[in-house]
């Protein structure tokens, strides 16, 4: 008897924990679902990369859209507990119990049937149970999993059209950046040019020496901002490196493209674009999703109040397993069927503060809703505005720049003819300059509010 005790004791205690646990930093994707880069250059394209590249490279190796992979099939697998939960249940159950006095091994089924008694039994049974009655507590969770893992690949859509959104705006910026770089060199190599043109004119004495001076500080103060602005394009390479899941920091990533703006641009109305934001943004759907799903997670709280019915039934045998008395079998078998209703009576509250937690959820969640109307609304206007502005600016700078080159090639030769001063000449080549920057970077943002807005709209 004690050696049992003491079996039954060692093996409860076996499993109280796990003798193998998780690893929660070991690789747990297996699937063969998307290929993905390995963490040195070996297998990186080497060539420039254009715009789409960059987009399916991203979409495929992106750390945060594979976790929200994962979230789309955990709430999957939620949603098939919940419904299994409707299902009829069969289990074995098995047991060992010591009693005070002894005990029959199974009922009497006629008067004067000898039977055998033992202090300890042994059971082994199985168990049916089938729902039969929840006031709709079940129906109504497993309704709100299957919406919540709608919201959840609504999320996910949702997510890898973001990531579109940002890797198109980050590359616009890089190609405005290498333009940038492009204008900053032309005016180093003028000054340069106008800097050796000085030199011989200073050595003929048609030059004084403090113009050659402001011209040399102004060549020193375009090589520090070059060296700022190739700073600030490693960076940008750096994050869409990061964008795109490339681990590898001593990989150079090279893009190609263009930021030509189209010729004609069909806008649509704020009202359009907001009624086509409703129907075709799928976060949008997976907020409207998320609160449907929290009205019905107040009807199965609600359930909570009702009796609960249920059908059981067991089948298994029974066991001696120490001394008997009396004379027959020591082995019996046993089934039974019957109906269970559980009805709450007190709970402490649990119930109505349950239903309290899921009805405050569901009031947040339909301020949540209209605030990312809200957002939407703002988004769109945002969007359509920058676009107005940045069409406008763009045009306006195309126009500058041909005006101070004219002006840039003047001040030159009236310089050099003696008409001019070398202030005259510099600020020429400083308003060039800044006019060739400030038009790469507003085709740039022409280029990423027409990506915002169909990001906004649930076009991208």
Not at 74 to 101: K, V
Not at 316 to 322: H, I, K, S, T, V
Not at 408 to 415: A, G, V
Request: net charge negative; with cysteine.
């Amino acid at each position: 008897m004690k050696q049992m005790i003491l079996a039954f004791a060692v093996l409860l205690c076996t499993g109280c924990a796990l003798t193998q646990p998780t690893d929660p930093y070991a690789p747990a994707d297996n699937s063969p679902a998307a290929a993905r880069f390995p963490a040195s250059s070996a297998g990186l394209p080497e060539e420039p990369i254009s715009l789409d590249q960059a987009v399916a490279i991203g979409l495929a190796n992106n750390p945060e859209i594979a976790a929200l992979k994962w979230d789309q099939t955990a709430a999957a697998a939620r949603r098939d507990q919940a419904f299994a939960q409707r299902l009829p249940r069969l289990g074995a159950e098995g047991g060992f119990t010591h009693h005070s006095d002894e005990q029959r091994i199974a009922p009497v089924r006629e008067p004067g049937t000898p039977s055998i008694l033992t202090r300890d039994i042994a059971s082994a049974d199985l168990v049916l149970s089938v729902p039969l009655f929840t006031a709709g507590r079940l129906i109504n969770q497993a309704k709100a999993a299957d919406l919540l893992r709608a919201a959840a690949a609504q999320k996910f859509s949702s997510s890898r059209k973001t990531l579109v959104f940002n890797i198109s705006s980050l590359f616009y910026n890089m190609l405005a950046q290498e333009q940038v770089i492009e204008s900053m060199k032309f005016s180093e190599q003028t000054l340069a040019a106008h800097l050796n043109r000085m030199d011989a004119m200073v050595r003929a004495e048609k030059a004084a020496k403090v113009d050659r001076m402001r011209t040399e500080v102004r060549l020193a103060d375009v090589r520090q901002q070059l060296v700022q602005e190739k700073t600030r394009l490693a960076v940008y390479r750096r994050t869409l490196a990061n964008l795109l899941g490339i681990p590898d920091h001593a990989y150079m990533l090279q893009i190609q493209g263009d930021l030509e703006l189209p010729e004609k641009l069909d806008m649509p109305t704020f009202e359009a674009a907001f009624a086509k934001a409703q129907k075709k943004r799928d976060d949008y759907q997976a907020e409207r999703a998320a609160l449907e799903a929290k009205a019905m997670q107040v009807d199965a709280a609600r359930a909570g109040h009702w009796p609960m019915v249920s059908l059981l039934g067991t089948y298994g045998g029974r066991w001696a397993a120490g001394a008997t008395s009396g004379t027959n079998d020591e082995s019996d078998d046993e089934g039974r069927i019957g109906v269970a209703v559980e009805m709450p009576i007190f709970d402490g509250g649990q119930i109505s503060a349950a239903i309290r937690e899921q009805r405050a959820e569901l009031t947040a969640a339909q301020k949540r809703l209209h605030a990312f109307e809200l957002d939407i609304r703002l988004e769109i206007e945002t969007a359509l505005a920058d676009i107005a502005s940045f069409r406008e600016r763009a045009a306006a700078l195309e126009k500058s720049i041909a005006q101070a080159r004219e002006s840039l090639r003047i001040e030159q030769q009236k310089y050099e003819l003696g008409r001019g001063t070398i202030v005259d000449v510099l600020d020429a080549q400083d308003a060039l300059l800044d006019a060739e920057t400030t038009y790469h970077q507003a085709t740039a943002g022409l280029r990423t509010a027409l990506a915002r807005l169909k990001l906004a709209t649930g076009e991208i």
